[in-house]
């Protein structure tokens, strides 16, 4: 509908001439312009070129919204699923590192079902839901990027990469000869810091628990005895 040419009609219409002999028309009323907003009156008479342009963009906008609404899915049914493009870029990450979003395990179901709601209500596409996803593992990985950064920094404290790896490797062997396996591993996780690394190895090392264990001699009843035997 263009206001322009519809409210200059309305205004612009002129009483006809009186035929002759005729009678003169009635005049045409005046359009009530009265519900057009202050901010499009320019000395007291209204703006209509802005106003139908202001009017034409909020039936442009509300197009837009519908056209959006119809996208939402009503149930929520948003697919949280990594894109196929998903990369990370720029992060320091093992090469076969991967994210695992784990959101069909019932501990994260409540924190994806707020995730859908979230993403319902704002009116996004079903595709957000990837987006979302994409986002998630994103920050994931770079959480991971962080720690790795931060154990190389400290492996740098036991001296080149390659003697780091030895250090651990042979704390590791002496661990899996001393313990069950259970356990050996469970220290063995303890090696990627520097400094309970150096822990181990001073636990395990010649002058520490690689010794046999000191025998506790037996304490006799009798005190007494004891000491008065020891003096004769």
Do not use: C
Request: charged content about 25%.
């Amino acid at each position: 509908m263009n206001l322009t040419n519809f409210w200059n009609g309305k205004m612009t219409r002129q009483v006809a001439e009186p035929g002759s002999g005729g009678t003169a028309p009635e005049p045409t009323p005046s359009a009530d312009l009265s519900f057009i907003p202050p901010d499009y009156v320019v000395d007291g008479k209204p703006d209509l070129t802005r106003f139908t342009e202001h009017y034409q963009g909020l039936v442009a906008a509300d197009a837009q919204y519908r056209e959006r609404a119809a996208l939402v899915p009503e149930d929520a049914a948003y697919e949280m699923t990594l894109p196929e493009d998903l990369k990370f870029d720029g992060l320091d990450l093992p090469e076969d590192f991967k994210v695992d979003l784990s959101l069909d395990d019932p501990l994260y179901q409540p924190i994806a079902a707020d995730l859908k709601a979230f993403l319902k209500d704002v009116g996004a596409p079903k595709e957000a839901g990837k987006t979302v996803a994409g986002l998630i593992a994103r920050y994931e990985a770079a959480k991971t990027s962080k720690v790795i950064t931060a154990l190389k920094e400290d492996a740098k404290t036991l001296g080149t990469p390659a003697q780091a790896r030895a250090r651990a490797e042979t704390v590791a062997r002496a661990l899996s000869n001393r313990l069950p396996a259970e356990q050996a591993k469970a220290l063995q996780g303890m090696t990627t810091s520097a400094k309970a690394l150096q822990a181990l190895e001073a636990l395990l090392g010649p002058t520490a628990a690689m010794k046999p264990p000191v025998p506790v001699p037996t304490v006799r009843d009798d005190l007494n005895d004891f000491y008065g035997t020891a003096k004769r």
